[in-house]
């Protein structure tokens, strides 16, 4: 078992900036692949970015050149660094860990992200 637990989230206006972080614990030596799904109201859940145990990472392309992953593994933390955010980035933010072989995916309770002016 794995549990992830989310901070950061909040109010900003746009053009602003919010640092999301999620620190998993538990069966942490199983995770592979750590990411940020977002669900906004009416709107299916979608990946935001994601990161390798080794580093590797891909984002959507709505964020790209403006969201940054990046993971402490010393931390068992993975991070969200979001700039120039928009009013269509307000959304629930999840932290998501992928397990190695079984493909099973772990959830944190989500955290609130709205840019508003």
């Known amino acids: 078992q794995v549990q992830l637990v989310e901070s950061g989230g909040g109010l900003v206006q746009p053009g602003g900036s919010l640092r999301l972080s999620c620190a998993a614990s538990g069966s942490i030596f199983s995770i592979n692949a750590m990411g940020w799904y977002r669900q906004a109201p009416g709107k299916q859940r979608e990946l935001v970015a994601a990161?390798?145990?080794?580093?590797?990472?891909n984002y959507a392309d709505s964020v790209k050149g403006r969201f940054t992953i990046s993971r402490d593994n010393a931390k068992n933390t993975v991070y969200l660094q979001m700039n120039s955010l928009k009013p269509e980035d307000t959304a629930v933010y999840y932290c998501?860990?992928?397990?190695?072989?079984?493909?099973?995916?772990?959830w944190g309770q989500g955290t609130q992200v709205t840019v508003s002016s």
């Open positions: 990161i390798t145990s080794g580093g590797s990472t």
């Open positions: 998501n860990a992928n397990e190695e072989g079984t493909g099973y995916d772990y």
